[in-house]
């Protein structure tokens, strides 16, 4: 389907191309798998006992796995879609743009944002760090599954268009050799980043203290520099109270499920015990690690609470983690107090709040008045140095 065949009731009418002022390197998108990815990804003898897209009594199109059931929620592909018409209900594929799910389509998507790049997360039937497949009754099946996601994204989306999209894959994290295998395999072929559980033991997984595990696992992410990229919401979302708005209140508190993650990772010690390693924390926004480095200040300086490692727990935050943001109009003044180097950009396409088509705007609107300099390094060459990507010959904006 092209996007001149989208039904015009559902749709906006096709965006004009973005001018471009900024070059652009998005570090959150999502992919939405489609239909023949297990087809043709999974070993034949375990397609039967893979996903699968089933159709429903009401003509809604969905996921089934271990005999449950995953939707493509409203707001997880309404990019371009009329306001009206979203709704939190199961999709057809028809009812998204093709670049949900397709990779021409995607590029063209990017070009029409003014986009020079994105690095892509998993959607419903694989969980944003390949959980549903990691948790699977079957683990044999679970394993396979893990191996065809990456084999999908790497033949059909990273290969062709290496300049394009950035490599990000899942691996199976309930074995720790299983893991390591695949980061490795993933790394030989130019993965540069894994996306992990926000906090792994909310999900059914080991907690980041349980050294026989999580050990040889980072140590693969260090020994290859594959970044590790921690998705808001991927360990579930806030613990919210009976009968309260969950829409809501769970997208209010997206900044404060990365802050509860990067703090946790943070005195896992793994940043302490591995300097080389690298952490992405994606779309919780930058407003709290400003008040994290602070505190982290504080219990040193006052209380006494942080000692015991022989660097400051806020330099060590500054030297292994990454921030990423959509915008943050009202926190972007604590850049330099975060480390301006620290900072990355995304789109979130093709989500509810992302800003696709108008990230060219969004980004001369609330950033506008920034140096030059500081806006290509949230823009695109942070982005581009963390995960070891290309970048254009010309960077926008030029002095």
Same mark, same amino acid.
């Given at each position: ?193 894994? @996306? ?6 909310? #999900? /059914?997984?080991?907690? !980041?203290? %349980?050294?026989?595990?999580?050990? &040889?696992? *980072?140590?693969?992410?260090?020994? @290859? ?6 998705? #808001? /919401?991927?360990?579930? !979302?806030? %613990?919210?109270?009976?009968?309260? &708005?969950? *829409? ?17 990772? !943070? ?133």
């Amino acid at each position: 389907m092209t996007a001149a065949a989208l039904d015009p009731e559902l749709f906006l009418p096709e965006p004009e191309p973005s001018e471009v002022q900024y070059t652009i390197i998005s570090v959150d998108d999502h992919v939405v798998e489609p239909p023949w990815l297990f087809e043709r990804y999974l070993p034949a003898k375990l397609r039967d006992r893979g996903p699968k897209i089933i159709e429903t009594s009401e003509g809604h199109e969905v996921w089934q796995f271990e005999g449950e059931f995953f939707t493509q929620v409203g707001m997880n592909a309404v990019a371009g879609r009329r306001p009206e018409s979203v709704r939190l209900e199961p999709f057809r594929f028809e009812q998204m743009r093709p670049g949900c799910y397709d990779i021409d389509a995607r590029i063209s998507d990017m070009d029409l944002g003014g986009i020079w790049a994105q690095m892509n997360f998993p959607s419903q039937i694989t969980g944003f760090c390949g959980r549903i497949f990691a948790n699977a009754k079957d683990k044999e099946v679970g394993r396979a599954c893990i191996r065809a996601w990456n084999d999908w994204i790497y033949e059909e989306w990273c290969n062709p268009h290496p300049e394009r999209i950035i490599p990000c894959g899942v691996t199976y994290l309930q074995n720790p050799e299983w893991a390591v295998e695949e980061i490795h395999r993933n790394a030989e072929r130019g993965f540069v980043s894994v @996306t992990f559980p926000e906090r792994p033991h909310a #999900v /059914g997984m080991p907690n !980041l203290w %349980d050294r026989a595990h999580w050990d &040889p696992i *980072v140590q693969a992410c260090a020994d @290859t520099d594959t970044v590790i990229s921690l998705h #808001v /919401g991927s360990s579930g !979302l806030y %613990d919210l109270p009976e009968n309260s &708005p969950a *829409v809501q209140l769970g997208s209010t508190m997206f900044g404060q499920l990365s802050l509860a993650a990067c703090a946790e990772w !943070l005195w896992s010690e793994y940043p302490v015990k591995h300097p080389n390693l690298k952490i992405a924390m994606s779309e919780g926004g930058i407003g709290w690690v400003a008040m994290l480095m602070d505190r982290l200040d504080n219990i040193i300086d006052r209380s006494g609470y942080g000692l015991g490692w022989e660097e400051r727990p806020a330099d060590v935050l500054k030297r292994n983690f990454w921030f990423c943001t959509l915008d943050d109009p009202g926190t972007i003044s604590t850049r330099h107090r975060i480390g301006i180097e620290n900072i990355l950009f995304e789109s979130d396409y093709p989500h509810g709040d992302g800003t696709w088509p108008n990230s060219q705007r969004v980004i001369r609107e609330v950033w506008g008045d920034l140096p030059k300099n500081e806006l290509r390094m949230l823009c695109s060459e942070n982005a581009a140095g963390l995960y070891r990507h290309p970048l254009p010959k010309v960077v926008l904006p030029e002095d």
